[in-house]
């Protein structure tokens, strides 16, 4: 079969914030780049981010800065983040969210005229800019527009699926157009993957059929090294029922603009998971918590807007102990708390949202919501300065890349992460597709992979794709959840091994022209060899620290909490591996304080009460 | 809150066939409460047609890939409710009329993207004296509504100047583009001038203001009352009102004013100092 | 069954509901306002029946009326008054962008509901001679406007009834008339442009601000306002028509 050939300098592949900033940067720069996506531009994942970007701008609480930002997100993550890249997102993510109003972004506004920032949880002080509830629409749109208006090539609905490698170096990818499914390679000095995710491995999850873990893939491939893969991110709020939408996000804004959780008996629960790392951080009454919105000097912040793993920890439990809503979740209220008209203008996509999907009216009734799989802090390994992964050549940013949220990500950080990683990302993919000769594609290993494309057509397969990828979503949502298990964790891979073996006898239907069946046979690879990643990892670190919790390993452990979980593929086989984490140095030590998180935390497994107050 | 509570079977004609030509098919699949007509489009692909082609993303109104036909009426298939649908009526789907069909429920929707390239991009005045950008809630709401826009196209589709004439695609960019275009238009910072080039090259004045693009838009935006029609005024103003022509033509040759503002003379406005690098 | 790649794009629409229920009911009404008003503007008679004088021959320019409001033309005139009139109401109601769209779908076919085919096959919508006269709505806009000094007049001599306050069925239909009138010019979509929508920024112009919010909210209702008026109107000359003509007695309160 024949292969479409393009040259570049630098291929960015994936066009949410990370790939679209990243491309511009390179462009900007002089690299002949190109932009891939699989779906049309300006449908990436990012357009889906509602409450925010999370930079000290100082516009509302003048007390704001990089070092308070640093220490929200270095605690938010359990100390567990790469210090670096958590003190150049600090730093850099005011100029980022700036140089998007420089490129026509209308966020809303305070009273003088400057950008409005909004409370999330995890942050001291309001933080994140935004428009309404459709931040990321705002993002992506404006990086869309400005790429278009650059000259960026854009390759539409076009999947990327392998490196191909020269030596050690990478030298491009591979993969094919959706549209016609004929071949297309791209030779390249420099690749950056922004690839997000693989949230499409569990069955409840807020993410869309992209998500799938290519880039994570396409890096253990190459021989690139992954951290942390346990990492996985529940966001705590996202709708139950009905059960079609189960798993579509609710935002953390709602919180952030007063909404409250309530259990079934109608108590605001939050009170009685506060752990003692954000003690000293959060109210423990419910005036103080409800006065902390207007005077944040003189109050704590609510528990409601305690970090994401905290309260997605807290409703499942206490779902499990018998006090959640009849579709097993609980009750988000901001009807009886903030005027219709109000929730109107600042939530009007939650409104339409759960008007339209489910009949509620969230300016009257409570809305059912629980934990939903949202991000993953894991993945790629990078250089925190350059966004360079450990293959040369291979630049990873936003949520492909791993380090910057380290155990669990604070709400708004995302968004801000994508700019700021994914400008140096293609800052430093530009500049060091100019200091380097062009690899060399090796024929052979191109048409190898274009032998992978062509197998499930040619192999007569009986195995229906779509059955796998729902086993798997079972596997995952069950075995690889928000609690974790020795034995369970065990079966789970076990049953991998099984589905991996049913995946290579995938069929498929139909011609290569727009075939999804064929897409998602092939998307099974990858979603296989990710949930691996992420399993495996799950079994190392045996302790409870932000997104991952161990029953059998209720607390967490100071001792792992200064490792790395790393994830490499060698000779066809996963190894992992413990590496120390890079040591914070003393002057940024100081700003984070000296306390670790230490207590144990809300398994579900017991009716234990957290924080001693029931 | 109304849910059906016991399952039943949907049955679903999906056009299917690729650019040589297509029909309906039907389909019948278990529907649960809650579903949208996705929702069964992908029971279908997982249990009928594994080859099936539909765009898709965010499943919630917010990303407008789904875009499709149902029962005729330009919809996102994410935010139809198959409750809307009485037990037992036909329901058919088809894909998108104004772009050439690719497979099944996928269009080719380039024209879209290859006449952004034509809009001229935003174009920011120079910063406050203190570096800093002040807008204000009153401006930026209007403009607001126009980035609401997910471009899910189905006011492209429902637009009977493409939708049924062709050969106006050269000359006409659609109710999107307007939206794009006021959008800049309205900005409160930006400088660019797009006025004549909206008339003459992207055809405002072929839309007959029929109103089917409003009509159509998930995201509720006016787009012929607050987008199309403050466009058209704009453009007579600059084109075919006889008393503004004549005022500018005073204007200019007036002594009283000799250096107009206009936009161009903003464009070379002294830039303002840097802000102090923090 | 197979089709060609133009039967693709072209396959007759799918809407199985009543999309055609609206244009008809626009070509019924406009119609009957259309003919009505041809009628009752060419009689020539029948338009006073004291104190009220038709909105359709308001204001009264000919010397040759029943009740000249300023008699402009001499007696030479011998047509009915209202032709000496008629273009201003006319022209903002023909160039209105609300009945642009409903005349478009109904009459025209352009098209007649939405996903529905056009009626034929060329198109270059309002980009040529006669509908680019469609751009001078505004000036339409600032006759028909100046035109409504003379119906409140016309409304408040209405509730004059030689010399004694009074109010009849008449004076009220009368008010409501010209109420609805101006509620109709003041939505109009020109209106909400030249009083500030042609701005960028509103900050620091807060009356201009003000104008184009408050011009703003009645133009979300531009269509109703266009409606109710259209059908008042015609109710106005029809019921002092049938006064002038002795086939009603107008209720009334005299004191």
Redesign the interface.
Request: with cysteine; net charge positive; hydrophobic share 25%.
């Given at each position: 079969m024949d292969v479409e050939r393009h040259e570049y300098d630098v291929v960015v592949i994936g066009a949410g914030g990370a790939g679209l900033r990243a491309a511009i940067e390179a462009h900007a720069l002089g690299a002949k780049t190109a932009i891939v996506c699989k779906s049309l531009l300006g449908k990436a994942h990012t357009v889906m981010a509602e409450g925010g970007i999370a930079a000290a701008l100082g516009n509302v609480w003048p007390e704001d800065n990089w070092k308070v930002h640093f220490r929200d997100t270095m605690r938010g993550g359990k100390l567990l983040n790469n210090w670096r890249m958590a003190q150049l997102h600090a730093q850099e993510a005011p100029d980022r969210v700036l140089e998007l109003e420089e490129w026509g972004a209308l966020f809303d506004r305070t009273n003088d005229g400057l950008i409005l920032q909004r409370d999330f949880g995890g942050h001291r002080y309001a933080r994140l800019a935004h428009v309404g509830d459709r931040t990321g629409l705002e993002m992506i749109r404006t990086l869309q527009d400005h790429a278009v208006a650059s000259g960026i090539d854009v390759f539409m609905e076009c999947t990327l699926r392998h490196l191909i490698t020269d030596g050690q170096r990478v030298a491009g990818a591979i993969g094919y157009w959706r549209q016609s499914g004929g071949l297309i390679a791209f030779g390249a000095k420099a690749v950056v993957l922004a690839t997000g995710g693989v949230g499409k491995a569990w069955k409840v999850t807020s993410n869309s059929w992209e998500y799938t873990g290519d880039g994570i893939a396409m890096a253990l491939e190459a021989g690139a090294d992954l951290i942390d893969m346990e990492m996985t991110q529940f966001h705590p709020t996202a709708m139950v029922w009905p059960l079609s939408v189960r798993g579509i996000l609710v935002t953390e804004g709602v919180r952030g603009d007063g909404g409250t959780l309530k259990n079934s008996k109608g108590d605001r629960f939050m009170f009685k998971y506060i752990p003692d790392f954000f003690r000293a951080d959060t109210a423990d009454t419910e005036r103080e918590a409800d006065a902390w919105y207007e005077d944040k000097k003189n109050n704590r912040r609510t528990p409601d807007l305690l970090p994401r793993d905290e309260v997605a920890r807290a409703i499942n439990t206490e779902v499990k102990a018998g006090r959640g809503t009849e579709h097993g979740g609980v009750f988000l209220d901001i009807a009886s708390r903030r005027p219709a008209d109000y929730i109107r203008r600042r939530l009007p996509s939650m409104y339409h949202q759960f008007k339209e999907l489910a009949d509620v009216d969230i300016t009257k009734e409570a809305m059912e919501v629980g934990p939903t799989l949202h991000y993953i802090m894991g993945g790629i390994r990078v250089d925190a300065d350059t966004a360079a992964a450990t293959v040369p050549g291979l630049y990873a940013a936003g949520e492909v890349a791993a380090g910057m949220h380290g155990a669990n990500r604070l709400g708004g950080n995302s968004l801000s992460d994508l700019l700021v990683f994914g400008k140096r990302a293609g800052q430093a993919a530009a500049e060091y597709s100019k200091r380097t000769p062009a690899p060399r594609a090796d024929d052979a290993q191109v048409g190898a992979y274009a032998q992978r494309f062509a197998a499930p057509f040619e192999r007569g397969g009986t195995e229906n794709p779509y059955a796998i990828h729902a086993e798997l979503q079972d596997t995952m949502q069950e075995l690889v959840g928000i609690i974790r298990r020795r034995d369970e964790l065990e079966e789970a891979l076990a049953r991998l091994e099984r589905l991996r073996a049913r995946a290579a006898r995938a069929g498929v239907k139909g011609s290569r022209v727009y075939n999804p069946g064929w897409h998602l046979a092939l998307d099974l690879e990858n979603l296989i060899a990710v949930s691996e990643a992420v399993a495996r990892s799950a079994l190392v670190r045996e302790e409870s620290r932000g997104g991952h919790t161990r029953e059998d390993f209720p607390k967490p452990d100071p001792e792992w909490g200064s490792k790395n979980v790393v994830t490499r593929r060698r000779d066809g086989r996963l190894v992992l591996t413990t590496e120390p984490l890079p040591p914070v140095p003393g002057e940024l030590r100081a700003l984070i304080g000296d306390d670790k998180p230490g207590e144990k935390v809300a398994t579900g497994s017991e009716p234990a009460i957290v924080g001693g107050k029931e | 809150m109304t849910t059906e509570t016991v399952a039943r079977e949907v049955r679903m004609k999906v056009w299917r066939g690729d650019a040589t030509g297509g029909e309906f098919v039907e389909f019948a699949v278990p529907s649960d409460p809650g579903m949208v007509v996705l929702d069964v489009v992908h029971r279908i692909q997982a249990t009928h047609a594994p080859d099936l082609a539909v765009r898709w993303n965010c499943k919630a109104g917010k990303c407008g890939s789904c875009s499709a036909e149902v029962n005729g009426h330009p919809k996102l298939m994410c935010m139809t409710r198959m409750n809307e649908f009485a037990p037992g009526e036909e329901i058919a789907v088809s894909p998108v009329k104004s772009f050439p069909v690719i497979k099944d429920l996928v269009t080719d929707v380039s024209f879209n993207y290859e006449k952004a390239k034509t809009v001229p991009p935003f174009k920011p005045k120079p910063k406050d004296p203190d570096g800093k950008r002040r807008m204000y809630q009153e401006d930026v709401e209007r403009v607001q509504e126009f980035h609401k826009c997910i471009e899910c196209f189905l006011c492209q589709d429902v637009c009977h100047v493409i939708r049924d004439h062709e050969d106006n695609k050269r000359s006409f960019s659609g109710p999107r583009m307007f939206v794009r275009l006021a959008a800049l238009e309205m900005h409160p910072l930006d400088t660019n001038e797009r006025i004549d080039l909206i008339r003459a090259q992207h055809g405002l004045g072929y839309c007959n203001i029929t109103k089917c693009c409003t009509e159509v838009c998930p995201e509720d935006i006016h787009i012929t009352d607050n987008a199309i029609i403050p466009l058209k005024e704009r453009v007579v103003t600059a084109h075919y009102d006889p008393l503004a022509w004549a005022l500018r033509r005073i204007r200019r040759a007036g002594p009283a004013s000799p250096a107009p503002p206009g936009p161009q003379s903003k464009e070379f406005a002294a830039p303002t100092p840097k802000p102090p690098s923090a | 069954?197979?089709?060609?790649?133009v039967?693709?794009?072209?396959r007759p629409?799918?809407?199985?509901?009543l999309w055609w229920l609206e244009p008809t009911v626009i070509v019924v009404v406009l119609g009957l306002f259309v003919l009505y008003s041809i009628y009752a503007g060419l009689v020539g008679t029948n338009y006073y029946y004291d104190p009220y004088l038709s909105p359709l021959y308001s204001p009264c320019l000919s010397a040759n009326c029943v009740h000249p409001t300023l008699p402009l033309i001499g007696t030479y005139w011998n047509l009915s008054p209202a032709i000496l009139i008629v273009a201003f109401p006319l022209a903002f109601r023909v160039t209105c962008?609300y009945y642009?769209?409903s005349y478009?779908?109904a009459f025209f076919w352009?098209?007649p509901a939405?996903?529905v085919?056009?009626a034929r096959?060329?198109?270059?919508?309002?980009?040529r001679f006669p509908?680019?006269i469609q751009?001078?709505?505004?000036y339409a806009l600032i006759f028909a406007t100046a035109l409504l000094i003379f119906l409140w007049w016309d409304a408040f001599g209405a509730f004059n009834f030689n010399g004694h306050f009074g109010v009849g069925f008449g004076s009220i239909l009368m008010l409501a008339n010209v109420a609805l009138l101006s509620g109709y010019s003041l939505s109009c979509?020109?209106l909400?442009?030249l009083v500030g929508?042609?701005l960028?920024?509103?900050?620091g112009k807060s009356l201009r601000?003000r104008l184009w919010s408050w011009a703003n909210t009645l133009?979300?209702r531009h269509a109703r306002w266009a409606w109710t008026s259209l059908i008042v109107v015609a109710s106005t000359d029809l019921y002092i028509r049938l006064l002038a003509m002795g086939v009603l007695t107008d209720p009334r309160i005299v004191f």
């Open positions: - | - | 069954m197979a089709t060609t790649a039967d693709v794009r072209h629409h799918e809407r199985k509901d962008y642009r769209r478009y779908r352009s098209p939405c996903a085919p056009d096959k060329g198109y270059a919508g309002e980009t509908f680019l751009n001078l709505h505004r979509h020109s909400r442009y929508g042609y960028d920024s509103f900050h601000f133009n979300a």
